[in-house]
C-alpha cells in the first residue's frame, strides 16, 4: 500500500521482462456456489442513478482495447445522500465478447490512490479467453486520476532533494515533522468537504451505486493490493451483490492501517535482503559486492555520499531509497533498479533518476493525497509523536530499509484535517467462494493477512507461491496461478479447502530473473 503507483508501473511497463511461469500440478474440484438471490433493489434512502453515457475513452491503451468511458455521478455523503452534494467517478467498460455472458467484474489495483480506468483490460490477460466473457469495468475511485473532484494538497512535496529519512539528528525530525504537518494542514486548505468523505466505505457505496447504475444484479471483483481491502469491506457490506472475487496480495483488515505499515516494514527488510543477496550472486554482472552484507554497504555508503551531496541538487537519500524500494515490490525489476544501483555506485546518476521520476510521484501528488486521505480517516491514528518514534525506533532495529521511509511517508495522518472513522467489521460469513493468491514474501501485504482473511471468509481458497516477493503479480504469465484463475472465473471451480489455518493449494513462484 506504501506505494500507490506500482502496479501500474510494474503490470503495464515493465510486463515485458518477466520471465515464463512453472506449471505444478492442483488438485481442482468444482465449488460450491453462493445462493441465487433476487436482483437487490437499490437502497430506500438513495436516488436513483442516472443512465451511463458511454463514450470513446481518451487514452490510447483503452481505445486500442475497444474501451468506453464516462462519468457516473454519486452522492457525496453517503450518510446523506440526498443532500445533493456529488462527486464524478470516471469509469471505463470493456464489454464481454464471449459467451456464456459471466455478467459484470468491477476492478481495483490498489494503493489507495491508484487510477483503475486501464484495468477494463485485464480480461485479455485471462488464459483460455474466460476474460471475454465478463464486461470489465474499470474506475478511479472518488478523488482520483480522472474523478472530479481530484484531490492535491502540494504537487511537488515528493520532488528532491529532501531531508534524510533517518533521523541523525533532533534537527532531523523536526524538519520531517514540520514537513509532514505542513502537507497535512495543505491538504485541509485545497481540497475541501471531500476529505470528510474518502474512506473505504465510501468507495465500497461507490461500488454498490455502480452496480445499480449498469443495471446487474450482482457484480464480480477482482482486486489487487489494497483493491483487496475494498473487497472485503463490499463484501462485508453487501455479500449477497458479489458473485465471484479475485483478491491478489490479500489486506489484513484488523491492522489497518498504523499497524499494517508496521507490518510492512519487517517484510521490506526481507524483500530487500533477498534481491540483496541476488545482486550478490551476480557480483560479476553489478559488482556491488559478493554477499548480502557487502551490497548492504555498498548501499549504506551511496545514501551516506547522497544525505551530504544530492546528485544534480536533486536526488538524495530519501530519493535514493524510495527509488530502489520498488525492488521490494517485483522480483522482475531486479535487474534493471540494480543495473542503476550499480551505474550510481560508480558516479552515473541519469539512470537511477529516471527510475525515480517515472516510479515516483514527483510533480502529481493526486495518487499520494488520495492515499492518505483514504488511510488517515479510515481508522484513527496516533497523534502524539512519541509512539511513532518509539515503535520506529523499535522497528528499525530489524528492519531498517523502509521504517523511517514508511514512517515519514504517513506521518501527515497524525495531523490529518479531517476525522477517521471506525474501520468495517470485515466478515465473510455470508459470502460465497472466493480466490485469494498471495506469494509468502510478499512485503506490500505481508501473507499473515491473507491467512487472517481466509479466516474471516470460511468458503475462501487460498494459493500460496511459496518464497516469492512479488507482489499483485497474478495473470502475468505465471500458468499455474493463472489457470487457477481462469477456471474459477468461468465456472466457480476452485481447489478444495483444506483444514486448518494455512494455504489450500500452491504454485511456484516466477523463477528468479536471470541478467
Same mark, same amino acid.
Not at 51 to 59: E, F, G, K, Q
Not at 174 to 180: M, Y
Given at each position: 500500500?506504501?506505494r500507490p503507483?506500482?502496479l501500474?508501473?510494474?503490470?503495464v511497463?515493465l510486463?515485458?521482462?518477466?520471465?515464463?511461469?512453472?506449471?505444478s500440478? /492442483?488438485?481442482i474440484?468444482?465449488a460450491?456456489t453462493a445462493?441465487?438471490?433476487r *436482483?437487490p433493489k437499490i437502497e430506500?434512502?438513495?436516488?436513483?442513478?442516472a *443512465?451511463?453515457?458511454?463514450?470513446?475513452?481518451?487514452?490510447r491503451?483503452?481505445?486500442d482495447?475497444?474501451?468506453?468511458?464516462a462519468? %457516473?455521478t454519486v452522492?457525496?455523503d453517503?450518510?446523506?445522500?440526498?443532500?445533493g &452534494?456529488?462527486?464524478?467517478?470516471?469509469?471505463s467498460?470493456v464489454?464481454?465478447?464471449?459467451?456464456?455472458?459471466?455478467g459484470?467484474m468491477?476492478a481495483?489495483? !490498489? !494503493?489507495?490512490?491508484?487510477? +483503475?480506468?486501464?484495468?477494463?483490460?485485464?480480461?485479455?490477460s485471462?488464459p483460455?479467453?474466460?476474460?471475454?466473457?465478463?464486461?470489465?469495468?474499470?474506475?478511479?475511485?472518488?478523488?482520483v486520476?480522472?474523478?472530479? *473532484?481530484?484531490v492535491?494538497c502540494?504537487?511537488?512535496?515528493?520532488?528532491g532533494?529532501?531531508?534524510?529519512y533517518?533521523?541523525?539528528?533532533?534537527?532531523?525530525v523536526?524538519?520531517?515533522?514540520?514537513?509532514?504537518d505542513a502537507?497535512?494542514?495543505?491538504?485541509g486548505?485545497?481540497?475541501?468537504?471531500?476529505?470528510?468523505h474518502?474512506?473505504t466505505r465510501?468507495t465500497a457505496?461507490d461500488?454498490?451505486?455502480?452496480?445499480?447504475?449498469?443495471g446487474a444484479?450482482?457484480?464480480?471483483?477482482?482486486?489487487?493490493?489494497y483493491?483487496t481491502?475494498l +473487497?472485503?469491506v463490499y463484501a462485508?457490506?453487501?455479500p449477497g451483490?458479489?458473485?465471484r472475487?479475485?483478491?491478489?496480495?490479500t489486506?489484513?483488515p484488523?491492522?489497518?492501517?498504523?499497524?499494517?505499515?508496521?507490518d510492512?516494514?519487517?517484510a521490506?527488510?526481507t524483500?530487500?535482503?533477498?534481491?540483496?543477496?541476488w545482486?550478490?550472486?551476480?557480483?560479476?554482472?553489478?559488482?556491488l559486492?559478493?554477499?548480502?552484507q557487502?551490497?548492504?554497504?555498498?548501499y549504506?555508503?551511496?545514501a551516506a555520499?547522497?544525505?551530504a551531496?544530492?546528485?544534480?541538487g536533486?536526488?538524495?537519500s530519501?530519493?535514493?531509497a524510495?527509488?530502489l524500494?520498488?525492488a521490494?515490490?517485483g522480483?522482475?525489476?531486479?535487474?534493471d533498479?540494480g543495473?542503476?544501483?550499480?551505474?550510481?555506485?560508480?558516479?552515473?546518476?541519469?539512470?537511477?533518476?529516471?527510475?525515480?521520476?517515472?516510479?515516483n510521484q514527483?510533480?502529481?501528488?493526486?495518487?499520494?493525497a488520495?492515499y492518505l486521505?483514504?488511510?488517515?480517516?479510515?481508522a484513527?491514528?496516533p497523534?502524539?509523536?512519541a509512539?511513532?518514534?518509539?515503535?520506529?525506533? &523499535?522497528v528499525n532495529g530489524?528492519?531498517?530499509?523502509?521504517?523511517?521511509?514508511?514512517?515519514?511517508?504517513n506521518?501527515p495522518?497524525?495531523?490529518w484535517?479531517?476525522?477517521?472513522s471506525? *474501520?468495517?467489521?470485515v466478515?465473510?460469513?455470508?459470502?460465497?467462494?472466493i480466490l485469494?493468491?498471495?506469494?509468502t514474501?510478499?512485503a506490500a501485504t505481508?501473507?499473515?493477512?491473507?491467512?487472517?482473511?481466509?479466516k474471516?471468509?470460511?468458503?475462501?481458497?487460498? /494459493?500460496?507461491?511459496? !518464497?516469492?516477493?512479488?507482489?499483485?503479480?497474478?495473470?502475468?504469465?505465471?500458468?499455474? %496461478?493463472?489457470?487457477?484463475?481462469?477456471?474459477y /472465473?468461468?465456472?466457480?471451480?476452485?481447489?478444495?479447502r483444506?483444514a486448518?489455518?494455512?494455504?489450500?493449494?500452491?504454485?511456484?513462484?516466477l523463477p528468479?530473473?536471470?541478467p
Open positions: 500500500m506504501r503507483v506500482v501500474v508501473v510494474v503490470v511497463v510486463v515485458a521482462t518477466l520471465v515464463a511461469g512453472v506449471v500440478g /492442483l488438485l474440484t468444482r460450491e445462493a441465487p438471490v *436482483p430506500a434512502s438513495w436516488p436513483a442513478p *443512465p451511463i453515457s458511454w463514450a470513446a475513452c481518451t487514452t491503451a483503452l481505445r482495447a475497444g474501451a468506453e468511458c462519468m %457516473v452522492p457525496l453517503w450518510s446523506k445522500p440526498r443532500d &452534494r456529488t462527486v464524478q467517478l470516471a469509469v467498460r464489454a464481454h465478447t464471449a459467451s456464456p455472458y459471466e459484470v468491477l481495483n489495483p !490498489g !494503493g489507495p490512490g491508484a487510477s +483503475g480506468l486501464d484495468l477494463a483490460t485485464t480480461g485479455a485471462v483460455g479467453g474466460i476474460g471475454a466473457r465478463y464486461d470489465w469495468i474499470g474506475f478511479d475511485p472518488r478523488g486520476g480522472a474523478s472530479r *473532484p481530484r492535491s502540494d504537487p511537488t512535496y515528493a520532488n532533494p529532501r531531508p534524510p533517518t533521523p541523525a539528528t533532533a534537527a532531523n523536526r524538519a520531517w515533522e514540520q514537513r509532514s502537507y497535512a494542514a495543505a491538504c486548505k485545497r481540497n475541501g468537504a471531500i476529505l470528510e474518502m474512506t465510501d457505496n461500488m454498490e451505486y455502480l452496480r445499480i447504475a449498469l444484479p450482482r457484480i464480480s471483483y477482482y482486486g489487487y493490493s483493491g481491502y +473487497g472485503e462485508t457490506l453487501y451483490r458479489l458473485n472475487m479475485v483478491l491478489d496480495s489486506v489484513d484488523t491492522r489497518v492501517w498504523y499497524g499494517s505499515n508496521l510492512q516494514d519487517f521490506f527488510q524483500a530487500i535482503d533477498q534481491w540483496f543477496s545482486l550478490a550472486k551476480h557480483d560479476g554482472t553489478y559488482h559486492g559478493s554477499s548480502q557487502a551490497v548492504q554497504a555498498s549504506d555508503r551511496l555520499r547522497l544525505a551531496s544530492p546528485a544534480d536533486v536526488f538524495g530519501a530519493e535514493l524510495d527509488t524500494l520498488y521490494g515490490y522480483q522482475n525489476l531486479w535487474p533498479l543495473a542503476a544501483f550499480a551505474e550510481a555506485t560508480n558516479g552515473s546518476f541519469a539512470t537511477i533518476e529516471e527510475y525515480w521520476r517515472g516510479l514527483v510533480t502529481d501528488d493526486n495518487g499520494y488520495a486521505a483514504v488511510e488517515c480517516t479510515d484513527a491514528w497523534t502524539d509523536w509512539t511513532w518514534v518509539t515503535d520506529a525506533k &523499535r530489524k528492519a531498517p530499509f523502509e521504517t523511517w521511509p514508511n514512517t515519514w511517508f506521518a495522518c497524525r495531523s484535517p479531517a476525522k477517521p471506525t *474501520p468495517v467489521d466478515s465473510g460469513a455470508k459470502v460465497g467462494p485469494m493468491i498471495d506469494e514474501l510478499d505481508p501473507f499473515s493477512g491473507s491467512l487472517v482473511v481466509r474471516l471468509f470460511p468458503r475462501a481458497r487460498l /494459493l500460496a507461491e511459496p !518464497g516469492g516477493t512479488s507482489h499483485a503479480d497474478s495473470l502475468n504469465g505465471n500458468r499455474c %496461478v493463472d489457470d487457477t484463475i481462469a477456471a /472465473l468461468a465456472d466457480g471451480t476452485l481447489p478444495s483444506k486448518g489455518d494455512g494455504p489450500d493449494t500452491t504454485c511456484a513462484p528468479t530473473p536471470t
